[in-house]
C-alpha cells in the first residue's frame, strides 16, 4: 500500500488545518486505518483510527477536537484538526494495518504498522 500525506503547515493555537491521505495498492489494508504522530524526542502515538465501516477511535488527548474520515471513492483519508495546541506540534502519518480489528484496537496497533507515508508536518505556536 502506498500512502501520499499532505494538508500540513504553522497554525497558532486554536487554529485548524485538514490533513489528507491519498491511498493507493492493497484495498485489504482498508479494515485498519488511519492517524499516528511524532513530536521530536516522543514515540510516535495512534491519534485517529477509522474501520472499513467508518467506526472511529480517537486518543483522548484529541478527542473532541480531530476528526477522521474517508471517501473511498476519492481513496482519500483525512484528518480535521480544530482548536490545536502548541502540544499537537508533530509529524503526521497516515497509516494502516490489514487485520480486521475493533477501532480502538486499529488506534493501539497503528502506530507500529510499517505501513506508513512520508508525513506532513504540523506546527502550532502559542
Known amino acids: 500500500v502506498h500512502l501520499v500525506e499532505s494538508g500540513g503547515g504553522s497554525v497558532q493555537a486554536g487554529g485548524s488545518l485538514r490533513l489528507s491521505c491519498v491511498v493507493s495498492?492493497?484495498?485489504?489494508?482498508?479494515?485498519?486505518m488511519g492517524w499516528v504522530r511524532q513530536a521530536p524526542g516522543k514515540e510516535r502515538e495512534g491519534v485517529a483510527a477509522?474501520?472499513?465501516?467508518?467506526?472511529?477511535s480517537y486518543a483522548a488527548s484529541v478527542k473532541g477536537r480531530f476528526t477522521v474520515s474517508q471517501d473511498n471513492a476519492k481513496n482519500t483519508l483525512y484528518l480535521q484538526l480544530n482548536n490545536l495546541k502548541p502540544e499537537d506540534t508533530a509529524m503526521y502519518h497516515c497509516?494502516?494495518?490489514?487485520?480486521?480489528?475493533?477501532?480502538?484496537?486499529?488506534?493501539?496497533?497503528?502506530?507500529?504498522?510499517?505501513?506508513r507515508g512520508r508525513g506532513t508536518r504540523v506546527t502550532v505556536s502559542s
Open positions: 497509516a494502516a494495518r490489514p487485520e480486521r480489528v475493533t477501532p480502538a484496537r486499529c488506534l493501539d496497533i497503528l502506530a507500529f504498522s510499517d505501513y
Open positions: 477509522i474501520s472499513s465501516d467508518d467506526k472511529t
Open positions: 495498492g492493497d484495498t485489504y489494508m482498508s479494515y485498519c
